[in-house]
């Protein structure tokens, strides 16, 4: 079954740092791009991070650039979001993504286009 599984969500206090865990099964996941999204309450879901497997191109939305950090570990088949100097507007269900065909061009839209298998999400607070 391929399947992905988010993890390490929780209630953190604004500065703090999470890391999120993204598991792959069925699959292999250093064949595909990969990205993390978050949905906040009452806001559209926004791409987060993606990296373009084949070259390493990596694209960060303007919001987190300089704070979250996207990484993989191929032995564990298992994709990571460190997450630093938390607030409160980062406070969103965030979830990993990965599948689909390579991206023809180097932008984030086409980073995050053919995305494929989605995870269930995993819920981020951030408050005092």
Not at 20 to 28: E, K, M, Q, R, V
Not at 76 to 89: A, C, F, G
Request: glycine residues 12%; hydrophobic residues 30%.
């Amino acid at each position: 079954q391929v399947q992905l599984v988010e993890s390490g969500g929780g209630l953190v206090q604004p500065g703090g740092s999470l890391r999120l865990s993204c598991a792959a099964s069925g699959f292999t996941l250093d064949h595909y791009t990969i990205a993390w999204f978050r949905q906040a309450p009452g806001k559209e879901r926004e791409g987060v991070s993606c990296v373009i497997t084949s070259d390493g191109t990596t694209f960060y939305a303007d919001s987190v650039k300089g704070r979250f950090t996207i990484s993989r570990d191929n032995a564990k088949n298992t994709v990571y979001l460190q997450m630093n100097s938390l607030n409160p507007e980062d406070t969103a269900v965030y979830y990993c993504a990965t599948g689909g065909p390579e991206p023809v061009g180097r932008s984030p839209l086409e980073c995050y286009r053919y995305l494929e298998i989605w995870g269930q999400g995993t819920l981020v607070t951030i408050s005092s």
